[in-house]
């Protein structure tokens, strides 16, 4: 459930993050193509994120089989993907959701 959750909640970011990022910088283009422009860019960037949340197949388990094989235990992986997700939790909160982000006003409209 919870991987969904955060896979979802990435690839929904990601055309809104667009979707302000392109008129500035690319205030030229008209609003059809600004459009196009915050479409095209999202695609490839979330085609770009599925790839590599598909190397999570793989890397999730050797990390479980690694913790494992060295410690006898998965707890080191554990408290490595709790570090993880912590980290990613804080760089999003910086870059987006904080007072000064790019998502704050999107939030709290």
Excluded at 13 to 23: A, D, F, L, S
Excluded at 31 to 51: L, P
């Amino acid at each position: 459930f919870a991987t969904g959750v955060g896979n979802a909640s990435t690839f929904q970011m990601i055309p809104i993050i667009m979707g302000r990022e392109i008129p500035k910088l690319m205030p030229h283009l008209s609003g059809v193509n600004q459009a196009r422009q915050i479409y095209m860019e999202s695609a490839a960037i979330i085609g770009f994120t599925s790839a590599i949340a598909a190397f999570g197949a793989f890397f999730i388990p050797k990390a479980y089989g690694t913790s494992i094989s060295f410690t006898g235990s998965p707890v080191f992986a554990l408290w490595g993907f709790m570090l993880f997700y912590i980290t990613c939790i804080a760089a999003t909160w910086f870059w987006y959701t904080r007072r000064d982000g790019l998502l704050y006003n999107l939030e709290h409209q």
